[in-house]
């Protein structure tokens, strides 16, 4: 069997997926501790604390929409969209990290710690394993 057609890879997919859904209906119900997260530091007026809560609730829907993006091509669709959607995942992860370290000077490994698990399944996925 082709690596690239292991269960385990859909069960590694689904595992990501649950993670992106955690922070999806956390950023939705709690901004503000989707915000520590970040390691950002809250607004100081209410005006501004209002903007950043939503912007959040944003956040928390991007994340659900990853998560529920990755159980669909898991469940639904072939291995090759769900490596696709994984990869990208990673490049979402990837500048979370960036904009963390852009904006407070740390933070950044929250993110870029599982982006590159990310990429390696879903490189996985594409058949990059597998004997041609």
């Excluded at 209906?25 to 950043?52: M, Q």
């Excluded at 990853?66 to 992860?93: E, H, P």
């Amino acid at each position: 069997m082709a690596t690239s057609k292991s269960p385990y890879l859909r069960i590694a997919a689904s595992v990501f997926a649950t993670i992106f859904l955690g922070f999806g209906i956390n950023g939705i119900l709690r901004p503000r501790n989707a915000l520590e997260i970040f390691e950002f530091e809250p607004p100081a007026s209410a005006s501004d604390k209002k903007l950043v809560d939503n912007l959040m609730v944003l956040y928390g829907a991007r994340d659900l929409f990853m998560g529920l993006a990755i159980y669909s091509a898991a469940y639904f669709g072939d291995r090759k969209t769900l490596g696709w959607i994984l990869i990208a995942g990673s490049g979402v992860a990837f500048v979370d990290g960036a904009v963390c370290r852009a904006q407070i000077g740390r933070g950044e490994w929250n993110h870029w710690g599982y982006a590159p698990a990310l990429a390696a399944v879903g490189s996985v996925l594409l058949g990059v394993l597998d004997r041609a």
